[in-house]
């Protein structure tokens, strides 16, 4: 038997590696035990599998694609760049989001705080020092309150799942990719280009990216001013962008502080990923640390 896994490195992306499984457990960089299945008993973020949500996450892919359009994005962002929703610390949005369930991802069926806190504590265990990732991994997936009544109650194509940029040629390298031929940016000629409205080596920063919970969050964390550092908030931004750090595609979009930036994101992306096994994490005795951290880079109620 066989498993697939990633190459997390900077610059072999889309290349997949096969490795016998005969060990169960695979060991990654700073010796992070990756569990060789998740909680349904699959392989992670297998798209194949026989899984019982797997027509379901196509039907996902579809909307998605024919709806997240150039005009969409900018209209989402201008709605919810004003941030006038609700006022509320990033520890009560954990407590908040406890009850959303995530139809898009095939690895995950654990309440939200769980995955928050256990991609926090693996990666605070083989990166004690960094400790802007540990709190980048606990509010990475806060935006998901997109879901919930008082923030629009936003359907789940439009706040969860893989994303990528709009404005430009959609790559084949993002997931059900066929999908897009319905989406009315596929044949609009100023959209559908290599480069689109973009210019080569302009920067993610000014890259529209289709509308959801990472673009939501990093809005959230920016114009709060947080001071997470900037690899902080490009791993918020393009934790789902799959086409980038799993395929290398849209690099020609990228300047140099993105190229810094993305092997955080690397490393990131494979806690975020395998931390999704039911590995508990006791809440209140990790509390203390994390409201630190909390203290030290955002204020003390944010704007949503
Ligand atoms: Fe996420
Ligand atoms: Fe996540």
Same mark, same amino acid.
């Given at each position: ?8 490195? /900077? ?8 490795? #016998? ?12 035990? %990756? ?25 996902? *892919? ?9 005009? *969409? ?6 709605e919810y760049g004003k941030?006038?929703? %609700? ?6 949005? !954990? ?10 991802? +095939?690895?995950?069926?654990? +309440?939200?705080?769980?995955h928050l806190l256990q ?30 009544? !008082? /923030? ?5 194509w439009a706040v969860v799942?893989?994303? /990528?940029? %709009?404005? !430009? ?25 290599? /480069?689109? %409205? ?19 969050? @990093? ?20 934790? #789902? ?5 799993? #395929? ?25 990923? @395998?931390?999704? #096994? ?27």
């Amino acid at each position: 038997m066989t498993i697939i896994v990633d190459q997390p490195e /900077f610059g072999i992306g889309g290349e997949k590696k096969k490795i #016998s499984n005969s060990e169960k457990d695979l060991i990654l960089d700073g010796g992070f035990v %990756v569990p060789h299945a998740n909680s349904f008993g699959h392989n992670f973020r297998d798209y194949d599998a026989e899984s019982e949500r797997q027509e379901g996450v196509e039907i996902f *892919y579809k909307t998605n694609h024919i709806n997240q359009t150039y005009d *969409y994005v900018k209209k989402m962002r201008e709605e919810y760049g004003k941030l006038d929703k %609700v006022e509320m610390s990033i520890w009560e949005c !954990c407590e908040l989001l406890n009850d959303v369930v995530d139809e898009s991802d +095939p690895d995950l069926d654990e +309440p939200q705080i769980e995955h928050l806190l256990q991609t926090a504590e693996a990666i605070r265990k083989d990166y004690p020092n960094e400790d802007w990732l540990h709190l980048t991994a606990l509010v990475h997936d806060l935006g998901k309150v997109l879901l919930l009544p !008082c /923030f629009g109650e936003l359907p789940q194509w439009a706040v969860v799942g893989d994303t /990528f940029p %709009v404005g !430009c040629a959609f790559d084949e390298s993002i997931v059900h990719h066929k999908y897009f031929k319905e989406n009315p940016d596929y044949n609009n000629s100023a959209y559908n280009t290599k /480069f689109g %409205v973009y210019k080569k080596g302009c920067g993610l920063d000014n890259v529209l990216m289709s509308w959801g919970h990472d673009d939501y969050m @990093y809005l959230v964390a920016k114009k709060n001013k947080s001071t997470l550092p900037s690899a902080g908030l490009f791993t918020i931004r393009y934790h #789902s962008f799959y086409a980038l750090h799993r #395929s290398g595609a849209y690099k020609h979009l990228m300047n140099e502080e993105d190229k810094e930036n993305l092997k955080w994101l690397q490393i990131f992306n494979k806690y975020d990923l @395998y931390s999704k #096994s039911k590995v508990p994490v006791d809440v209140e005795k990790v509390k203390p640390y994390y409201l630190s951290l909390i203290q030290k880079y955002f204020p003390e109620k944010l704007r949503w």
